[in-house]
């Protein structure tokens, strides 16, 4: 018989939530820099937590229910700022969480923005095109005042695209008197580029995380050329780092999605698989010029960066250990927990965070953004110069600050962000 301690002994450990790692690391960072108390207490809770519950009829006119969040987190530094996801994991702890990130992320890159998060509990691939658009336009409706182009304004995140921008944009849109119609285009962002969308949006994202990889290799004096680096998620963000990363002589030996995982030590084609992913419905499973693996075994690929680029709390405990790259550059949100974090710390591996390494989508948003309210047009040169400008400003800012201060590059980024909300804070008091 196996005493009941022994039990408890092998009993699994749940796994931290999304809510539970941003909430210890900011309170850690807020140590750190010896955040005032008031604004400790500001800053861990939400503004407002917006839930709604909507009918949508189905194209064989049954009518479902749908659950849709907005959770605005802070608005000191400007409008609240960040994407709307549609996946079955979407729930209100999460929106939490990844609106607190949104806020750091803003202050973090120095825009005019505060932070929020949201999205409907679905998984899309169930609903045809049709009623996705109706699914978008009666969540926008519903939504309501919660948004606008100067209060909260969304983008896409996680199964959301410039399609369900512009479903967005042209509901909100047709809800404001005929005067006013216009001058709100900038309610989201993220929209299609003939809808008042920014050239190399879609983009902006992945080249960010390539940006900043390209960042840590020449503060290192490394050379990309030759690197071995693997990817999970293959949507936007995976895609164009891969793509990017490829153009510098670096090599894509392990890709992974909610379809499979595949490996090819000596190099997979990144335009070949998102050739392959897009004819398989954004599944990069049984691609032919790769092996198949077990899924467990992904993290542990024999590579020198990693770049998870799908959902939270992929990088746990239980598979930081097994990790081969010196460096984690975060695509994703929340990509590696609390826990494995130390892990790999302790172990010597770098992590680029995700309010810095990801950030290249919200900066792209700005620009989008002010690209409508002024009635400008950027070309893509443009774009990415400014782009590429800002995401050096934000590394450099963050690695010398991680390297005077001798901590690592997550605390650096949060301490930062976090100072500039309590500075604007502390000049402008706290009403009345």
């Not at 796994?15 to 800053?43: C, W, Y």
């Not at 064989?60 to 659950?67: A, K, L, P, Q, W």
Request: glycine share 10%; net charge negative; charged share 25%.
């Amino acid at each position: 018989m196996i005493a009941t301690s022994e039990v408890k002994k092998q009993k699994k450990q749940p796994t931290r939530g999304m809510m539970e790692n941003v909430m210890e690391q900011f309170h850690s960072a807020a140590d750190k820099i010896e955040l005032h108390p008031s604004i400790r207490k500001i800053l861990g809770i939400t503004n407002n937590e917006i839930v709604v519950h909507f009918p949508v009829k189905m194209d064989n006119g049954d009518v479902e229910i749908f659950t849709g969040y907005r959770v605005q987190h802070n608005n000191a530094l400007g409008p609240y700022k960040g994407g709307l996801r549609y996946h079955p994991t979407v729930d209100i702890d999460a929106a939490r969480a990844l609106a607190m990130w949104m806020t750091w992320k803003t202050s973090l890159a120095g825009l005019p923005y505060g932070g929020g998060k949201g999205g409907i509990q679905l998984d899309p691939k169930k609903y045809s095109k049709s009623e996705l658009e109706r699914i978008t336009r009666r969540f926008t409706f519903a939504l309501a005042d919660n948004i606008g182009p100067e209060h909260d304004i969304p983008a896409p995140d996680v199964n959301t695209n410039s399609q369900t921008m512009a479903w967005m944009a042209d509901t909100y849109m047709s809800t404001r008197p005929p005067a006013e119609r216009s001058a709100n285009q900038h309610v989201v962002t993220g929209k299609p580029a003939g809808s008042g969308g920014l050239e190399g949006r879609d983009r902006a994202t992945g080249y960010g995380v390539f940006l900043n990889i390209k960042f840590w290799a020449q503060r290192n004096n490394e050379d990309l050329n030759g690197k071995r680096f693997i990817v999970q998620g293959f949507g936007n963000v995976g895609y164009w780092a891969a793509h990017f990363l490829e153009k510098e002589g670096a090599k894509l030996v392990a890709v992974q999605d909610a379809s499979g995982s595949i490996h090819n030590s000596k190099g997979i084609h990144v335009e070949d698989l998102n050739n392959y992913s897009k004819a398989n419905n954004g599944g990069i499973g049984n691609f032919p010029e790769a092996d198949e693996m077990d899924s467990k075994d992904f993290f542990s690929t024999d590579c020198d960066i990693c770049i998870p680029a799908a959902l939270g709390n992929q990088i746990t405990k239980e598979n930081a250990p097994d990790i081969k790259a010196q460096l984690i550059a975060e695509g994703a949100n929340g990509p590696t927990n609390v826990d494995g974090e130390k892990i790999l710390l302790e172990r010597g591996v770098t992590i680029i965070p995700d309010i810095l390494c990801n950030s290249g989508g919200v900066v792209g948003s700005y620009f989008e953004w002010l690209q409508n309210r002024n009635g400008e047009l950027w070309q893509l040169d443009e774009v990415m110069a400014k782009l590429d400008k800002k995401m050096k400003e934000s590394f450099s800012k963050v690695y010398e600050y991680s390297e005077r201060e001798s901590m690592d590059m997550r605390t650096a980024a949060y301490c930062l962000a976090i100072q500039r909300i309590e500075k604007a804070y502390v000049e402008r008091g706290i009403f009345p």
